[in-house]
């Protein structure tokens, strides 16, 4: 986390004058459930300490102007009747700014001048994580601060899908919204059901990102739920929620289903995976450390080699797989899994407190300082900090 201080003195320098408040708004991880949320399915996300630090002051004539450090600065007017481009940060902001008058909430401008400490290619969700940032300055300075998180959720999502142009669903945003730990069931994807719970598990977490790049690799992503779709269809529903696991299991040696084998292999890894999910949600709730070590392991394993997202087909170097088989032997009482959408990006980490200062030299050896990152759970979506701090 960027300090407020930091934040304020960024903005002295962009807008020449003291900010009146500082905004934080955290990335998210995703602990447990890779590739289920597409077929409706279980997930285990959290906060973490890295995230965008926004210093900030209101103003009363509706315009918006924003400083973001290595990006060109831009201004907004709230009720512009142009549409901004896809995929940039003014698209964002006219999205939340147009969807929370829909949703009957005051809005209004404001000078805002941001830093962030979020890992390039980490997959921490930068994009949503400023999608919760504007939401969280508009409540406070013009709401009273009454923006529940799974409405800051939905908000940012789409804003994320109808102005940035980029589809996602919900577990990017309740990742940002909410503090400490999700358990989220999609089962209705619009209205997931959310069980926030704290993390107090006697566990480091380290974020280790790989020199490799998502670039390039849509058809690779595109391919896991369109092949889980294919054996849902071929046993008559949409998705594999539609499919009991038994269902599933009585099936899936049938040479007369016709999908491939890794499409069996990748649903076979969905249905484990909800286990997985269930077993790390409970341990959590009940701190059995080992117990959600183990959905760990297993998710890490079944990623591997049942969905196949662990490294680019044939690119064994610099892969997260490379990373988690680099990282294991340190990590003799913790565990690792490749976090995200895979074949690329980051690993996720989690070390007893005396293992970490050795499996942290070890990762730095091998993958530099900047790539290691000992990060923390968060117990509050994003807040307004101490301008003082």
Do not use: W
């Not at 900030?56 to 315009?63: H, L, M, S």
């Amino acid at each position: 986390m960027i300090a407020a201080k930091e934040a304020t003195r960024y903005f002295e320098k962009e807008f020449a004058t003291p900010a009146s408040y500082v905004f934080f708004s955290h990335g998210r991880l995703e602990l447990l459930g890779n590739h289920t949320d597409h077929n409706h399915g279980l997930c285990l996300v959290s906060s973490v300490d890295l995230g965008v630090t926004a210093a900030v002051n209101k103003r009363e004539d509706g315009i918006i102007r924003v400083s973001s450090e290595g990006y060109r600065p831009f201004t907004f007017e709230i009720g512009q009747k142009r549409k901004a481009p896809a995929s940039t940060t003014v698209a964002l902001i006219q999205g939340i700014t147009e969807l929370m008058q829909e949703a009957g909430y005051k809005v209004g401008g404001f000078d805002c001048a941001m830093k962030s400490d979020i890992p390039s290619g980490s997959g921490i969700s930068s994009s949503a994580c400023v999608e919760s940032l504007f939401v969280k300055i508009l409540s406070y300075l013009y709401n009273d601060d009454k923006v529940p998180p799974l409405e800051m959720a939905k908000l940012g999502q789409r804003a994320e899908n109808e102005y940035f142009g980029k589809p996602s669903g919900l577990l990017d945003q309740v990742g940002t919204s909410y503090g400490g730990v999700a358990f989220l069931d999609f089962l209705d994807p619009k209205n997931p059901t959310i069980s926030p719970v704290e993390f107090a598990l006697p566990l480091d977490v380290i974020l280790v990102s790989t020199p490799s790049s998502h670039a390039g690799l849509n058809d690779l992503y595109a391919a896991i739920p369109q092949d889980m779709y294919s054996v849902a269809k071929a046993l008559g529903g949409t998705t594999l929620r539609d499919i009991k696991k038994q269902e599933f299991l009585a099936q899936v040696g049938n040479p007369n289903l016709q999908v491939s084998e890794i499409a069996k292999l990748r649903a076979t890894h969905y249905y484990d995976e909800n286990d997985r999910v269930i077993q790390g949600y409970e341990a959590v709730k009940g701190g059995n450390t080992l117990a959600f070590l183990q959905a760990v392991k297993g998710s890490a394993f079944s990623m591997q080699h049942y969905l196949f997202n662990t490294m680019i087909p044939g690119q064994y170097r610099n892969s997260p797989q490379e990373a988690v088989d680099f990282a294991s032997p340190y990590l003799p009482n913790g565990a690792c899994r490749v976090m995200g959408g895979g074949f690329a990006g980051s690993i996720l980490c989690f070390s007893k407190p005396e293992e970490t200062p050795g499996f942290l030299a070890h990762m730095k050896k091998g993958y530099g300082e900047k790539a290691v990152h000992q990060v923390r759970i968060l117990p509050d979506g994003p807040t307004v900090l101490d301008v003082r701090e």
